[in-house]
Structure formats: structure tokens, C-alpha cells
């Protein structure tokens, strides 16, 4: 049975919710997880989500800020919050599907404007909470899980549009990428996008003064970065079928500046 997965920072859910509602309709995923959704928990209006086959929720709000939510077709059994480095944000939830699968949805602080924490604390806030989920995943290593994401770090060379352009630039500092790569080793996660693209141009976020979907992926002006992000426990990457990333959804009319990113597993 192939079991999907999908991931998308919203960019506020309430007046996206049509290009939310499109992407179900037209993509079926088991699984929608949000970001940045932006919304108090009572004004997600539920009703719309069952309407198209997604009966179970998980939603952590922090009023009209930040926010995650996990929409599923199947049973959510166990659910689960963290306040990651005591900033008393809604940027972590995790959930239990029926099916076993433990689903982590992470929303990682933007991290300022310059990549030195010394000068600014935003920088300092991203470092602290990606210390902490490095720690967590550590302390207990996950097996049967997923996590998912808006990490606000594109790691690798290929995973921006410029690399000797953005290379000390906050989302792509050397600094960042190794703290990034420190969560995923410390919880033996495998970056499923990456498995099944190890190498080529793969880009998630586009500013909204920058997208043009004529620009074809690569070229020197298709000016995005991958810091969206799937990555599974090694018992579930034997699993894994595809995984990918839809630019198509990056230019319908009033969406995110972010596309979300997919990937299937025979569960």
C-alpha cells in the first residue's frame, strides 16, 4: 500500500485555504502537515478538511503566529508537543498515525538576518533550537517516523541558486548546515529528497519578487532555495518510493511562497 506524505509552510492558512483544499483534491496524500499556519486553533475551520476526506487533525496554534498542524486520513492515536529550547513557540507537534508511524512536523526559526549569533539574537534563537531538537533526537532515537518541515536551512550547494552568492548569508552559512546535519545524524534521519536526487538543482522556497514558473529549474534565474524537507527513520527509507517537490502548486494564484514537498512509502 503506497502511502503519501506531504509538507507545506502556508505562509497563514485562512486566506490559502483554497490552494490547501486544491492540493488535497488533486493530490490525495494520507498526510498534509502545515506550517506556519498562522491561525488560532478554533478559527481552522475543520469542517472544510473532513469535507474532502481528512476527519482526523492535530493542530498546535500560538494565536494568529507561527502554528503546525498535521491533517490525516487515518486515525491520529497519539499526539505530542514540544517547546523546543524553552522559546515558548508553536514551531513543533508530533502525532501517531494508527498505522504506527510517528510523524514529526518542525517549523525551524527563520534565524535573523546576519549567521552570527554574537550580533544577532534571532541568529542566536535558531542555533538554540536546533541544539535542542539535535539533543532530543539523541536521547531518543526515532524508528518508524517521519519528519517534515519548513527547516529554514537549504544544506547543500545544490540546494540553493547560488552557492558562492548565499554562502555567509542566513538559510545557507556553513554554520547553519552543520547544525542542520547535526539533527539528522543524531537522529539517524535520512533526507529522502535528497536520496532520491542526491545531486541537481532542488529548490522549495522562491520570494515572491522572484518566482517565474518560465524559468526552468537550475537556470541562474530560477533564484530559489530547498529549505523545505522530508526525512525518514532508515526503516522506513527501505520503503520509500518517490519523493519530490511540486512546483506546479508554486504558481497557483494567491498561494505560499514555499511549494510543498512529497514523498511516498509501501507501508
Known sequence: MSFTIASWN??????????????????????????????AKGDVPLSVFEDLGYPHSAIRDQGQ??????????????????????????RYLFARLAN???IHNMYVPAGGSIPDASNDPGFGKK?????DAR???????????????DLNIAPDQDDVYDHALLKNQVTHSPDESDML?????????????????????????????????KVPVGHKNDKGRRIDHIWA???????????WVDRTARDWKGTSDHAPVFASFDI
Open 10 to 39: 502556508i505562509n497563514s492558512l485562512l486566506p490559502r485555504l483554497s490552494v490547501v483544499a486544491r492540493l488535497l483534491r488533486e493530490e490525495h496524500p494520507e498526510v498534509l502537515c502545515l506550517q506556519k499556519c498562522k491561525a
Open 135 to 149: 539533543d532530543r533526537f539523541r536521547a531518543d532515537r526515532p524508528t518508524n517516523a517521519i519528519l517534515v518541515g
Open 233 to 243: 527513520s532508515p526503516d522506513l527509507v527501505v520503503r520509500l518510493q518517490s519523493a
Open 65 to 90: 503566529v507561527n502554528g503546525v498542524a498535521i491533517f490525516s486520513r487515518m486515525p491520529i492515536v497519539e499526539t505530542a508537543e514540544a517547546d523546543i529550547a524553552g522559546q515558548g513557540e508553536a
Open 181 to 213: 546535519a547535526a539533527v539528522r545524524e543524531a537522529g539517524d534521519w535520512v533526507d529522502v529528497l535528497r536520496k532520491v536526487q542526491p545531486t541537481g538543482a532542488m529548490y522549495s522556497w522562491w520570494s515572491y519578487r522572484w518566482w517565474n514558473a
Open 100 to 102: 504506527g508511524i510517528g
Open 127 to 131: 542555533k538554540a533550537f536546533l541544539a
